[in-house]
């Protein structure tokens, strides 16, 4: 008989219902373990696509006041608005694509000096100011003449590391 019971299981062919549980137990393991440390490294990819987008509207403004703004820059918006309608307003359409939140998903508003900031990777509603954008007057060095808002700066804070891009930078 026990011969009979080796035959048997020799021959058989597939998998258990228990053995297959548990090896898609494991793999449910091995795969939550898996997601829980990857998103460890999303924070920090996406403050590195807040600073590149920051990056892309600094670009951006310099080509508009080397192209359209006869080397100055756009005003800044008298209350907060979204930063894509914004710069379409003051026809500044050299974005590569729209900016938009990394850390929430949809508009960022940019406020002028009438604005509070508001941490990017915080911001909760659509109206927080995320981007501080102001103008200044500017002494061209080379030529001496001043420049009405020949100069910009933009301020934004990442939980709570501030971010200063002033443009063009100071003689």
Do not use: H
């Not at 820059?73 to 930063?83: L, M, Q, Y």
């Not at 060095?141 to 804070?157: D, E, S, W």
Request: with cysteine; hydrophobic share 40%.
């Amino acid at each position: 008989r026990l011969i009979k019971e080796m035959v048997k299981m020799k021959n058989r062919k597939g998998f258990s219902l228990l053995e297959l549980v548990v090896v898609v137990a494991i793999i449910g393991i091995i795969a939550a373990a898996v997601m829980i440390n990857a998103g460890q490294f999303s924070y920090p990819a996406r403050v590195n696509t807040w600073k590149t987008s920051m990056d892309s509207l600094k670009n951006s403004l310099i080509l508009y006041s080397t192209t359209k703004g006869g080397g100055a820059f756009p005003k800044p918006p008298t209350s907060p608005v979204d930063i894509n309608t914004w710069l379409g307003n003051e026809g500044a359409y050299f974005l590569d694509k729209p900016i938009t939140n990394p850390f929430k998903g949809g508009d960022v508003t940019v406020c002028g000096t009438s604005g509070t900031l508001k941490a990017v990777d915080q911001a909760t509603a659509s109206t927080d100011c995320v981007v501080i954008y102001t103008t200044e007057n500017f002494k061209d060095p080379i030529t001496g003449l001043t420049i009405k808002n020949g100069r910009f700066t933009i301020t934004y804070v990442i939980g709570t590391a501030t971010y200063t891009i002033t443009a063009p930078t100071a003689p």
